[in-house]
């Protein structure tokens, strides 16, 4: 089975636009959760979709937004893009909700310049 | 507030040598723990899940330990290879309707020759 894929890797945008990144879960699952990876932070979780829906959201401003298609495949957005914004975007896929079976995708590398 | 801890936040080991990492949490009310291992600029990979019954558990030359009592577990790592060089992260679920990850800030390992 092919793994968690992630579009693009790298990605470098200036101050104020926006950016939108995306997650093809592995095939078959169907919860894919969003996360935020700084030096500073750590992981930081952004939030969760199941069957399309938005099951669980972290604390991040409204700029981060997210959708999942019925192929299970996920897009996450954030607008007005501010310096801090720079981070590593990791996106994780589950069979169910239960979060125990969680694979990670390689990332999104994104500098805010 | 569920809280994930980890010590020390880096360290350098000589290639051959044993190291143990640190996992203290508050995470309640518990339902198991990860270790993943991650390498630079490349998502986490699982490495251990340990559950409440659970004491020990290896990968290879990868060894956790989880005492649910104190709430703490360790991450031992034998006869370290150059390879093992990354950042080892615990992550720790909890049952609240949906399973909740908290993570700890990880440490970086960098196994010299």
């Known amino acids: 089975k092919a793994g968690v894929t992630q579009t693009p890797r790298y990605l470098i945008k200036t101050r104020g636009q926006q950016v939108t990144l995306s997650c093809s879960p592995i095939s078959g699952h169907r919860s894919v959760s969003w996360y935020q990876q700084t030096p500073g932070q750590g992981l930081q979780f952004l939030f969760e979709y199941f069957s399309e829906t938005q099951r669980n959201k972290g604390n991040f401003p409204g700029r981060f937004s997210g959708r999942q298609f019925s192929n299970s495949r996920s897009e996450m957005n954030v607008s007005t893009l501010e310096l801090g914004d720079s981070a590593l975007y990791l996106c994780a896929s589950s069979p169910s909700r239960d979060v125990d079976e969680q694979y990670f995708g390689p990332g999104t590398r994104l500098t805010v310049t | 507030k569920n809280q994930v801890e980890q010590s020390p936040q880096s360290l350098i080991i000589l290639e051959g040598k044993n190291c143990t990492l640190q996992?203290?949490?508050?995470?309640?009310?518990?339902?198991?723990l990860r270790w993943y291992k991650q390498d630079t600029g490349r998502g986490p990979v699982s490495l251990t899940i340990?559950?409440?019954?659970?004491n020990t558990k290896s990968n290879g030359r990868y060894t956790a330990t989880l005492d649910a009592d104190t709430k703490q577990s360790s991450l031992h790592i034998t006869a370290s290879q150059l390879s093992d060089s990354a950042s080892y992260i615990c992550?720790?679920?909890?049952?609240?309707?949906?399973?909740?990850?908290?993570f700890g800030a990880g440490t970086t390992v960098t196994v010299r020759a």
């Open positions: 996992c203290n949490y508050t995470v309640s009310p518990f339902s198991n």
């Open positions: 992550v720790v679920s909890a049952k609240v309707g949906g399973d909740k990850l908290s």
């Open positions: 340990m559950t409440f019954s659970e």
